[in-house]
């Protein structure tokens, strides 16, 4: 079945580490996105790519990093000057990008930074 | 200011009765998408309704629909026949044609809290 793979399902790790979120769909989508969900909040956009190498920051960009090398991954790097980390990660993945083309989104990756 | 405003942040409706939740949006782009999504308590975004600015009719899926009303920018989901498994948080959200006529990411509200009651 076609989908998008996030991995792991939870991440610990300690404050000052910098840890990578996978990120992998077998849609054959172009688009690509991450967000970012605190408790009892909406969704709010970090990266987004619109084709392979190529990716652009969103509203919360700072102290996250993002590489798009294949159009089937888009791996998030949440580095040590991200001030709160905590928080659960999703993905998602489009058929395009334009404004008529729905997101579907992975499981997500709940990471906890203490 | 907002893009998009959802102003329940919770719902509690008795299984069987219809509900309505409230979106409305902001934007002076004539292009745009509505979109609402479910998210259980297992976390998952589940996509369930899309309404684009320029189409003529509500858009309808199963028990869903999206009353839009384009002039008061407004995109409200419909469930009819609510069931148990309809609590989750909702989710509304807009896509808007960026600056080199593709669209980046969605902008989404804060989500509405519905609880189905038996």
């Known amino acids: 079945d076609g989908g998008i793979t996030q991995s792991p399902k939870y991440l610990f790790r300690k404050e000052g580490q910098n840890v990578t979120l996978s990120c992998e769909q077998n849609l054959n989508h172009d688009a690509m996105y991450w967000y970012r969900q605190d408790p009892g909040q909406g969704l709010r956009l970090i990266y987004y790519?619109?084709?392979?190498?190529?990716?652009q920051k969103g509203d919360i960009a700072e102290g996250y990093s993002v590489s798009r090398e294949k159009k089937e991954s888009f791996p998030l790097t949440v580095t040590s000057a991200q001030k709160n980390p905590t928080a659960f990660y999703l993905c998602?993945?489009?058929?395009?990008?334009?404004?008529?083309?729905?997101?579907?989104f992975g499981n997500g990756t709940r990471l906890t930074v203490t | 200011a907002q893009k998009i405003t959802q102003t329940q942040p919770g719902m509690f409706v008795q299984e069987k009765e219809a509900v309505t939740l409230d979106c409305t949006y902001d934007?002076?782009?004539?292009?745009?998408?509505l979109f609402w999504y479910k998210q259980p308590s297992s976390g998952e975004m589940i996509f369930l309704i899309y309404q684009g600015s320029y189409d003529q009719q509500n858009a309808t899926e199963g028990r869903y629909s999206l009353n839009f009303q384009k002039a008061r920018k407004s995109a409200n989901l419909v469930i009819s026949a609510s069931q148990l498994g309809d609590s989750a948080m909702y989710f509304c959200?807009?896509?808007?044609?960026?600056?080199?006529?593709?669209?980046?990411?969605?902008?989404f509200g804060k989500g509405t809290h519905l609880i189905i009651q038996p």
């Open positions: 998602a993945s489009s058929l395009a990008p334009a404004f008529n083309s729905p997101l579907h």
């Open positions: 934007t002076s782009d004539p292009s745009y998408g």
């Open positions: 959200a807009m896509r808007e044609v960026d600056s080199g006529g593709g669209a980046d990411g969605l902008t």
């Open positions: 790519s619109q084709i392979v190498n190529d990716f």
